[in-house]
């Protein structure tokens, strides 16, 4: 089991530019969550699926991101016209759909930086 | 939607001492209390975790503690060693078994354990 899986590892992209983020979550978890990390304001929900439904998305910023999940092997996390505040590092985590369902596997995350 | 704030955010003891990190959260009906350990360069890992049906948890040298009726939660590590320094990160969920609910996170404690 390779864990949650995230690429690239690094990203950076000059202002007004669009990012794209790729999560690969581990074999059989139902359940996709994006946070962002950032010293100031730790982690920092974004949005959820669940069964590639979306959950919840109230942590996105509504203008510039966008996050899919078109099949249960990965989920995108799309931003748009970057901006130098976007800069962080964005965690993907996974869990399981019933019992133990809480438990959030983080990926290495993609540490993306606007200049 | 959920506040939880962590404190200290920076947090030195000496090796063979305990440290202690607080947390507390806002709303009642959170039910799930997990404690995240981050190393440097590495995603975070499920460290503990207490539900509330419970006020006391021991794994090891990691105790939590949980008092709903003032909704604060706490992490204690006894006997701390160099390999304990880490970003530590409490969370809170309205978890509900076979339901994914997202966490919380609080903004982090940073814990070095000196020689």
């Known amino acids: 089991n390779a864990g949650v899986i995230q690429t690239p590892r690094h990203k950076v992209t000059g202002k007004g530019q669009e990012a794209t983020l790729w999560c690969e979550p581990i074999?059989?978890?139902?359940?996709v969550f994006w946070y962002r990390q950032t010293i100031v304001q730790g982690l920092e929900f974004l949005t959820y699926f669940r069964n590639q439904a979306p959950i919840d998305d109230s942590g996105m910023p509504k203008e510039r991101f966008s996050a899919q999940m078109p099949n249960q092997s990965h989920s995108t996390l799309k931003i748009q016209s970057t901006q130098p505040q976007d800069s962080a590092v964005y965690l993907c985590?996974?869990?399981?759909?019933?019992?133990?369902?809480?438990?959030?596997?983080f990926g290495s995350g993609t540490r993306l930086t606007v200049l | 939607g959920e506040q939880v704030e962590q404190l200290p955010s920076i947090l030195r003891v000496q090796e063979g001492s305990s440290a202690s990190i607080n947390c507390s959260y806002e709303d009642s009906a959170s039910n799930y209390f997990p404690w995240y350990k981050q190393e440097p360069g590495e995603n975070p890992k499920l460290i503990i975790d207490?539900?509330?049906?419970?006020e006391r948890k021991q794994i090891q040298e990691l105790i939590v503690l949980l008092d709903k009726k003032a909704k604060r939660f706490s992490l204690h590590i006894t006997d701390t060693q160099p390999g304990d320094s880490a970003m530590y990160f409490c969370?809170?969920?309205?978890?509900?078994?076979?339901?994914?609910?997202?966490?919380?996170f609080g903004k982090g404690t940073l814990l070095t354990v000196t020689p």
């Open positions: 969370a809170a969920s309205r978890a509900s078994g076979g339901s994914n609910y997202k966490l919380t």
């Open positions: 074999s059989g978890h139902s359940a």
């Open positions: 985590a996974s869990s399981l759909v019933g019992a133990s369902a809480e438990t959030l596997y």
């Open positions: 207490i539900r509330s049906n419970m």
